[in-house]
C-alpha cells in the first residue's frame, strides 16, 4: 500500500507562483513514477507532469516552459510542482499520483486533491 498526500494548493493571481508538495508513504520502494494530474470542473482529468525513477520527466504541452516537476535530493518519496506564470485556466484540483509495481502488476495510487484556483 502507498498513501500520498498533497500540500500548496491555495489562490494565486494570474502571472504568480505556486509550490505543491507530495509525499508519499508507506511501500515508497515499489513507486517507479509519480506524477501530478489536474481535474477541472466539467472537464477529465489530465496529465500536467510525471517523473520516473530514473529521472525522465513528461509534461503536458499546455504547462511546457511555466511548471516544473522534481523530486526531493535525498528523500524519493517527496515531488514539487512547481507552477510559475501560472493562468486561470489552470485552476483545478491537482492530484499527485504514484505507479507502484509489485510482482509485476501495476498499482496506481492517487492524493485526495488539493484546490489551486488562479484569479485574472
Known amino acids: 500500500q502507498v498513501q500520498l498526500v498533497e500540500s500548496g494548493g491555495g489562490l494565486v493571481q494570474a502571472g504568480g507562483s505556486l509550490r505543491l508538495t507530495c509525499v508519499a508513504s508507506?511501500?515508497?520502494?515499489?513507486?517507479?513514477?509519480m506524477g501530478w494530474y489536474r481535474q477541472a470542473p466539467g472537464k477529465e482529468r489530465e496529465l500536467v507532469a510525471s517523473?520516473?525513477?530514473?529521472?525522465?520527466?513528461?509534461y503536458a504541452d499546455s504547462v511546457k516552459g511555466r511548471f516544473t516537476i522534481s523530486r526531493h535530493d535525498s528523500a524519493k518519496n517527496t515531488v514539487y510542482l512547481q507552477m510559475n506564470r501560472v493562468r486561470p485556466e489552470d485552476t483545478a484540483v491537482y492530484y499527485c499520483?504514484?505507479?507502484?509495481?509489485?510482482?509485476?502488476?501495476?498499482?496506481?495510487?492517487w492524493g485526495q486533491g488539493t484546490q489551486v484556483t488562479v484569479s485574472s
Open positions: 517523473i520516473t525513477g530514473a529521472g525522465y520527466i513528461n
Open positions: 499520483q504514484g505507479d507502484s509495481w509489485v510482482a509485476g502488476m501495476r498499482y496506481p495510487y
Open positions: 508507506g511501500r515508497i520502494s515499489s513507486i517507479n513514477k
